[in-house]
């Protein structure tokens, strides 16, 4: 095992258990990894080591795509580091729990543990990208992301991640139709 996947293996391994409320009756047992979207203090070598780790994956397993997609809270941190790694453009999927004015594409995101919008701006038909997040659990935000693209007829090459939770990306993959990386797995 690498000195990368030892320090994520251990950042994974020693992440905080948290319960998320998304109402009075509804609970989620959520981990804080360091490099996860409620991630707070994460070290300068980690941040190095998933960073190269992501390029040298992406560059191996997606050579041909316009730009990245990352979705805000906890991919766009990523894909702005592999993006200035790759020397790639980088289209940040921003989220909302309200409407605001002068969006191009707005959709409804559901999670186990939280309601939102997710805006697409600067999208054109045709254009290639790969979409980086940072975990995938239930894969529900990647579904979303994959459906809206296809409606606005850009086509995803693939899915990138740093962390898969369980089996779920490979249902992910076949329900979207493009190949599912990531670098660690629980």
């Not at 994959?146 to 850009?154: C, F, H, L, P, S």
Request: glycine share 6%.
């Amino acid at each position: 095992m690498s000195t990368a996947s030892l320090r994520l293996s251990e950042s994974i391994s020693k992440a905080k258990n948290v319960r998320i409320y998304k109402n009075k009756e509804t609970a989620y047992d959520f981990k804080l990894y360091p490099f996860g979207e409620r991630g707070t203090y994460i070290h300068p070598e980690l941040i190095s080591e998933i960073t190269a780790s992501l390029a040298e994956q992406i560059t191996a397993g997606f050579p041909a795509f316009d730009y990245i997609v990352s979705p805000e809270p906890g991919g766009h941190t990523w894909g702005m580091l592999a993006a200035y790694k790759l020397m790639k453009p980088l289209n940040i999927l921003r989220l909302s729990t309200e409407l605001y004015d002068n969006y191009e594409v707005c959709i409804k995101r559901e999670t186990a543990y939280n309601e939102n919008y997710i805006y697409f701006d600067g999208f054109r038909s045709g254009d290639r990208v790969l979409l980086l997040d940072d975990v995938i659990s239930s894969g529900a935000t990647i579904r979303c992301i994959a459906k809206q693209m296809a409606e606005m007829g850009v086509q995803l090459v693939g899915v990138q991640a740093i962390l898969a939770k369980g089996q779920h990306y490979i249902t992910l993959a076949e329900d979207i139709g493009v190949p599912v990386r990531f670098l660690s797995q629980v």
